[in-house]
């Protein structure tokens, strides 16, 4: 499941932890960009590496929102739902995105390439509405640059 060269470089990460267990969510995020998601079997190694039990590991993964449980699309596009993202037009975002690929929130397109998913919060309350697709965060986002990055996604 986890190749030789990423336990070596999981295990530099751990290193630099007072505890193993420190280093979980660190963790998480390496295993679930080795997958593309956190699967049953991920959770079981984690725990085991870490010496948690799989429930603890569980725990932590299910209650973030940058986890996922669950195969995703080729590319993620997470849209802020924080207070300032909301009263600034997250909400017209998602009807924009929802209408145009034909999925809901949670949901990924037919042809697997994206997944839309919500955010509590990308901390970026000054330049609100933001989304994050693959990890890159976009500011002040509209409709129409919702479209371009769609139309860039879908090229890829």
């Known amino acids: 499941m986890i190749s ?4 070596k470089q999981l295990d530099a990460l751990v290193a630099r932890y007072p505890e193993k267990r420190s280093a979980l969510i660190p963790i998480l995020h390496e ?6 998601y956190l699967s049953p079997e991920a959770v079981e190694w984690v725990a085991g590496y870490l010496g948690l039990s799989p429930a603890d590991v569980m725990s932590v993964a299910s209650f973030y929102d940058m986890f996922s449980l669950e195969p995703v699309g080729t590319h993620l596009i997470y849209v802020c739902q924080n207070l300032t993202c909301t009263m600034l037009g997250a909400e017209k975002l998602i009807r924009h995105l929802e209408s145009k690929l034909g999925v ?18 990308l901390a970026s309350c000054g330049t609100a509405p933001s989304i994050q697709v693959d990890g890159v965060y976009h ?4 409709p129409e640059k919702l479209d371009a990055l769609l139309d860039a996604l879908q090229r890829d």
């Not at 030789?4 to 336990?7: G, T, V």
């Not at 295993?31 to 593309?36: F, I, K, L, P, R």
């Not at 500011?139 to 509209?142: A, F, G, L, N």
């Open 4 to 7: 030789e060269a990423k336990r």
């Open 31 to 36: 295993v679930q960009a080795e997958e593309g």
């Open 104 to 121: 809901h929130m949670g949901e990924t397109t037919p042809d697997g390439k994206i997944t839309l998913k919500r955010m509590e919060c």
């Open 139 to 142: 500011h002040q986002v509209t």
